[in-house]
């Protein structure tokens, strides 16, 4: 079992920076493909970025240029610095791990974490 939780959401003027995080517990961190999904109000859950245990990212062409996931395997970390931000970033963000290294499919959700964005 893999224990997920965020920090670091909060309210933030357009063209601001918020830094999140990602903390887990459990089980081996670096095991974990990990990313960052968001749901807008009113809206379906979207992949904004994702990192693999091997360090590949990928992210949705919405923050491209403007977000940047990264993981500390040491700290068991995973983080989303956003840069540049509008109001349509505006979402609960959530923190997901992945894997099939210990036989079955693995995947875990943090509780979220709020992210406003004022115009």
């Known amino acids: 079992q893999v224990r997920l939780v965020e920090s670091g959401g909060g309210l933030v003027q357009a063209g601001g920076s918020l830094r999140l995080s990602c903390t887990a517990s459990g089980r081996i961190f670096s095991a974990y493909n990990m990313a960052w999904y968001r749901q807008p109000p009113g809206k379906q859950r979207e992949l904004v970025a994702q990192?693999?245990?091997?360090?590949?990212?990928e992210y949705a062409d919405s923050v491209k240029g403007r977000f940047t996931i990264s993981r500390d395997n040491a700290k068991a970390t995973v983080s989303l610095q956003m840069n540049s931000l509008r109001p349509e970033d505006t979402a609960v963000y959530s923190c997901n791990a992945v894997t099939t290294a210990f036989g079955d499919y693995e995947n875990y959700w943090g509780q979220g974490t709020q992210v406003t964005v004022s115009s």
């Open positions: 990192i693999t245990h091997r360090g590949s990212t």
